[in-house]
């Protein structure tokens, strides 16, 4: 079996104080590695697009915004001093409310302090919250936190369990840049519900983060909640993990959110450089280019050997695949973007499915992530068998699956940095939002929209408003046997199967009064009654 030349890792290989980006073992062991950093050189207009975008560009046409999470981290490169003003101003508000917090100034209703946090968000307002809460948890941190992210109310129900007494003790903060999104507003009235129950008046409990004048901006007002942060049009849901959205949980929870934004910032700083060959993002965005044809040709398998690093492949999923996944191009051809990212980590994997990376269809190609410091250093290192630790084995399974992988002829590449820290973590964001950035201008679509999203929003409501329809049917004739048509015609639609799928989860619910007739196992004679 040929194997790679050490020279060919050298001159694919990137080295940089922040990350390690090696690019090899993309390739089979005879590649010419002149002409891939030839083709690499070719990125230089992508990153120059991304110096245009940071600097205030519409990069969003069709929703005519800037994209400006970059100032996030680095507000004096804001295009302008309100907004400056306002990151600056939120940030500062961020870290004395989490000190007034944490010092007890800002207190629960019945006295004492509080000890946890509940998070009700989805999608952007949710996934960074949740990577950061996990990648960066120790035993100092100051509050616990718990999400609710669904509208499943048997998932709500388990983390109010969770939860229980300390319900009390619980400051919630609703996050929608929107303010509109069910499934958080569903979580906020659970939530309240929840506090009303326990005797506790829930707005003495509650902030907002959300984008002014929204529905939950009103709502949030009119009740009176402890507070409010904002959210601004030109960050976007899955890149707002620096503004309030991520900030605020983050600061609650005690991390260091000053160190977050510096190692973002310092991301920043190495990936805004004009040269690809020298710019890491332009690397890694170069790589899944390589690897996926620029037309998502191979699924991105994101592989941490670092359980801190567990949910970075949940984070990732969103950022990418809601950022590439698009049916046209800027200039409305149907392009059809994308790239299928999903993972979890090693050496975990190994034990699943690993066996069908190395042996299986050739569809993906994997993105090993390396963290070099094993233990946190107040931690004494123990030998499993002599001069060697379990972090050693770690290492090892991950060299082991690398080559495995790579003598089997499947692409892979790797990433390596030093440690889990916040400065690490605010860096990796960076680095993999900017890399989204790039593929997106280079293979010519809006990173920054989501038509799909809103378009499974609409199809959502529509279902409701049916179920309205149907209920009203339902309950004008109780206690009598209907077939499916018959209730169909008399909730005015011909679309049975909708109807069928509305009465089939009502009949789920105990209490809802719904019931499927036995008789005929078809949807099409399915027989129905609403007992009153
Ligand atoms: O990235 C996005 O834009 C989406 O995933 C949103 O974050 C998600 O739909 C939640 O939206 P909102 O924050 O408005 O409630």
Redesign the pocket.
Known sequence: MATHPFETFCALHLDTELVALDLSRLYAPDVDAAAVRARLATWAPSCEAMRQLEAGAVANPDENRMVGHYWLRASRLAPNAQLRGAIEDTLDRVQRFAADVHKGRIAPQMGGAFDRILVI?????ALGPQFMASALTSPHDRLAVHFFDNTDPDGIDRTLDQIGVRLSTTLTLV???????KE?RNGMIEAAAAYHRAGLDFARHAIAVTGEGSELDRVAKARNFLGTFPMWDWV???T?VFSAVGLLPAALQGLDIADLLAGAAAMDDATRSLDPLDNPAAWLAFAWHEATGGAGARDMVVLPYKDRLELFSRYLQ?LVM?SLGKQFDLAGREVCQGIAVYGNKGSTDQHAYVQQLRDGVRNFFVTFIEVLQDRQEDRPDLEVEPGITSGDYLSGFLQGTRTALTDAGRPNLTLTVHDCGAHTIGALIALYDRAVGLYAHRVGINAYH?PG?EAGKKAAQAVIDLQHQVVAALRRQPNSERTLADLAAAAGTDDLEAVFWILRHLSGQPHSGVDRVDGDPSPAGSVWEYVA
Do not use: Y
């Not at 968000?121 to 307002?125: A, K, L, T």
């Open positions: 968000g989805i999608g952007g307002s996050i929608s840049k929107s303010g509109g999104t958080t976007g849901g899955r707002s969103q809601e989501q999203v």
